[in-house]
């Protein structure tokens, strides 16, 4: 198997494993299609904060979503301008968020009442700054392939509920702040029919704002990750976008900016993360019928999404001698009986794979959105190196670490 022109055994041998591996072709292409859907988009960097992603997505035009002042910090070291990096911070602002943005021109979304009222505050207490904000909305309804990625209704922690909109004007007023912007995102997992839902109640909302000069309609954007069906395709989006926006001018009589920002979507499909086959092991159920484990150097430490969501991944072995086809759980290394890649609901399930040899190669696919970003040095496993893939070469762009990385702090403290 190859990624791009690159032989994924000749990654394994060069680089090690497990290694995240991006596609810049695939990712390319994915930035394309994205930005053909609205005038202004952003990436929700949380998805992958790799530099040499960001960079990519930088040198397209595209604008950043960070949730953290950390990631905002990433994006202007990347090279973005601040005014093109939004700070959303869903729930509350840490103790010098609000300072920082203020001081470096940091556009801010605001998620709560006390979002609006902390913003309010250093802006009157440090005289400079942007009075304009944004403010996420929860429009009750929420929408995600998982319960943990739906982040709207009445059960989410994010977003100022819809019927308090009075109050957050009046917040707004008491510290001398416009509302310029709105916005809404109610988790990933959604179809085009909850979208063109969802725009339309976010479009009613924003007209009670007179000062309205954008409106983002978030990300959630449909990722297709089972490579047997067709990826979702966007461009009945772009319809349903140019309406809202024609709503919104008629309405009030000027221009209104059209944002959107999907992070999944970008990053999803061009990354890969490629492991190797260690042992084979099986067991019989309670009916007697034989349950093949594949155990792999990949575990979710470096793959957290199928143990924490249940989610799927498209697998592949490499290799010459694979055996045929037959039903196969492939799990990690990590001491917890979660740690599988096939699984749904909490349950491992297998699935229909060639067997392999200890040794083989492992593939696991549209690891790019929620791979790398959610590791962790959990049974003290290193970070694992990343790589990106362009055309015929292979550049190293995050190395692996190694047990000093992970102890320095604490020899340090």
Not at 1 to 7: G, H, L, P
Not at 218 to 230: F, I, S
Not at 379 to 391: R, Y
Not at 402 to 407: A, E, S, Y
Request: a negative charge; charged letters at 25%.
């Amino acid at each position: 198997m190859k990624i791009e022109n690159v032989s994924v055994t000749e990654i394994a041998k060069q680089y090690g494993t497990p290694v995240y591996v991006y596609s810049l072709k695939a990712l390319r292409e994915a930035i394309q299609e994205i930005k053909a859907l609205s005038p202004v988009t952003r990436y929700a960097m949380k998805a992958c904060s790799n530099w040499r992603v960001l960079k990519e997505i930088l040198d397209q035009g595209v604008k950043i979503d960070a949730v953290s002042v950390y990631e905002v910090q990433r994006a202007l070291r990347v090279g973005f301008k601040p005014e093109d990096v939004c700070f959303t911070s869903d729930v509350f602002f840490n103790k010098e968020d609000v300072e920082y943005c203020l001081k470096e021109n940091i556009p801010c979304n605001c998620g709560t009442l006390g979002m609006v009222r902390e913003y309010g505050q250093a802006y009157q207490r440090l005289k400079t700054g942007d009075n304009g904000i944004s403010i996420r909305i929860n429009p009750g309804e929420g929408a995600g392939h998982s319960k943990k990625t739906n982040t709207g209704g009445p059960y989410s922690k994010h977003g100022i509920w819809y019927q308090n909109l009075d109050e957050v004007k009046s917040i707004a007023a008491e510290y001398g702040l416009k509302i310029t912007g709105v916005h809404m995102h109610i988790g990933s997992g959604g179809d085009m029919e909850h979208l063109k839902r969802i725009t339309g109640k976010l479009v009613d909302f924003a007209k009670e704002f007179e000062d309205l000069q954008e409106i983002n309609f978030g990300g959630g954007l449909p990722y297709q990750y089972r490579t047997e069906l067709p990826q979702e395709d966007l461009s009945p989006y772009k319809p349903i976008l140019e309406e809202r926006i024609q709503v919104l001018e008629k309405h009030f009589g000027r221009k209104i900016i059209c944002e959107i920002e999907p992070g999944r979507r970008f990053v999803a499909g061009c990354g890969y993360l490629v492991g190797e086959v260690r042992s084979l092991n099986h067991t019989f159920d309670e009916d007697g019928k034989r349950l093949d484990y594949v155990l792999t150097n990949i575990g979710f430490c470096h793959l957290l999404r199928p143990m924490a969501y249940g989610s799927y991944h498209p697998i592949w072995f490499d290799g010459e001698d694979l055996g045929p086809e037959q039903e196969l759980i492939v799990a990690g290394p990590v001491c917890e009986s979660g740690d599988m890649l096939t699984q749904e609901n909490e349950e491992p399930v297998p699935r229909k794979l060639p067997m392999p040899k200890v040794g083989n190669i492992i593939i696991v696919g549209g690891a790019g959105a929620y791979g790398m970003a959610m590791a962790s040095n959990y049974n003290s496993q290193p970070l694992v190196a990343e790589v990106v893939i362009d055309g015929s070469t292979s550049i190293l762009v995050r190395r692996r670490q190694n047990l000093d990385d992970i102890l320095l702090e604490e020899k340090e403290i």
